[in-house]
């Protein structure tokens, strides 16, 4: 199984850019979907994670900002991010924490200029 993110990109401060994260073949014994980023220089952090009775939660950093949701087979996981500033700058990942074992997709680059 392999997990693909996309939709990063480069944007103005201010705007908007929704990620997404495919999995290769659908998989069984999801426990959470997640996203994380990691800033140059920095570890990385934990930005929103959704359960699967589909609530959700999102870091401080984030809140009120991004929104984190999946397609219905839970083949997709998305991460809606909204009034961008350069701060969020970083490569996000997704990741699905499974009964099994984690899976990490490759990243997915966010550059935001002021």
């Known amino acids: 199984v392999q997990l693909q993110a996309s939709g990063g990109g480069l944007v103005q401060a201010g705007g908007s850019l929704r990620l997404s994260c495919s999995a290769s073949t659908r998989i069984i014994g999801i426990k959470t979907m997640r996203w994380y980023r990691q800033a140059p220089g920095k570890e990385r952090e934990w930005v929103a994670i959704?359960?699967?009775?589909?609530?959700?939660s999102y870091a401080d950093s984030v809140k009120g900002r991004f929104n984190i949701s999946r397609d219905r087979d839970k083949k997709q996981v998305y991460l809606q991010t909204n009034s961008l500033e350069p701060r969020d700058t970083a490569i996000y990942y997704c990741?699905?924490?499974?009964?099994?074992?984690?899976?990490w997709g490759q990243g997915t680059q966010v550059t935001v200029s002021s």
């Open positions: 990741n699905y924490d499974t009964v099994y074992k984690d899976y």
């Open positions: 959704l359960l699967p009775n589909g609530s959700a």
